[in-house]
């Protein structure tokens, strides 16, 4: 599902509840058009949408297994905190020559995240990224809980302000989705039964 705010002419609503209400009536209506597995409701979001994906992460875990931003954080009238109901995945994609949500604000807002989920607090580095990419001048830096399996990773892309789509580095929809689709509300370990995408796919 790929909405809009509900004031189409606006930004997502960081401070009442029009666009979490919107957010859930989203979710219902989908279980009851196609019985979408409701435990296993991501959201990934560009720019003010990433900045969205925070809120509905504190606002709305008990419908959200895990969130994706790209290109946006925790910023502006949405509160730099983690107080999800749950533990929260995130998978944060940042470009490092983004001049919009600039990637100096993210490390802090991931620490916060980083601590709520009780990973290590030594994040595991893969330079360069994806492995098998030598070119690539993207890297990883992945922190884990290893009792939960939740983890919080972030991408650092060369890009500026735009959606990463790179046969020499990444795809963000993949990463997106190859992150994501491992959790569900019921149980944050790597659940293989999900088939990953690539490229090829």
């Known amino acids: 599902v790929y909405p809009n705010p509900v004031n189409i002419h606006s930004s997502w609503d960081m401070e009442g509840d029009t666009?979490?209400?919107?957010?859930s009536a989203i979710i219902d209506e989908m279980y009851k058009r196609y019985k979408i597995d409701k435990k296993r409701v991501y959201v990934s979001g560009f720019s003010w949408g990433g900045n969205?994906?925070?809120?509905?992460?504190n606002n709305m875990a008990d419908k959200i297994a895990a969130i994706a931003p790209v290109m946006g954080h925790s910023w502006g009238n949405n509160p730099n905190v983690a107080k999800s109901t749950h533990p929260?995945?995130?998978?944060?994609?940042?470009?490092?020559n983004?001049?919009?949500?600039?990637?100096?604000?993210?490390?802090p807002i991931l620490d916060k995240w980083i601590e709520w989920n009780g990973c290590d607090k030594q994040g595991v580095e893969t330079r360069p990224y994806p492995v098998g990419k030598p070119n690539s001048?993207?890297?990883?830096?992945?922190?884990?809980?290893d009792d939960t399996g939740v983890e919080v990773a972030l991408i650092m892309t060369p890009q500026g302000h735009w959606v990463p789509v790179d046969p020499n580095s990444i795809y963000s929809n993949l990463e997106v989705w190859n992150f994501c689709k491992r959790y569900s509300l019921d149980s944050f370990k790597d659940?293989?039964?999900v088939p990953g995408i690539t490229a090829d796919d």
């Open 98 to 107: 983004d001049d919009v949500f600039k990637p100096e604000y993210v490390q």
């Open 88 to 96: 929260m995945p995130i998978l944060q994609i940042t470009g490092i």
């Open 19 to 23: 666009d979490l209400n919107f957010f």
């Open 191 to 193: 659940d293989s039964s």
């Open 52 to 57: 969205f994906s925070y809120r509905l992460a």
């Open 137 to 145: 001048q993207a890297y990883k830096t992945l922190w884990k809980n």
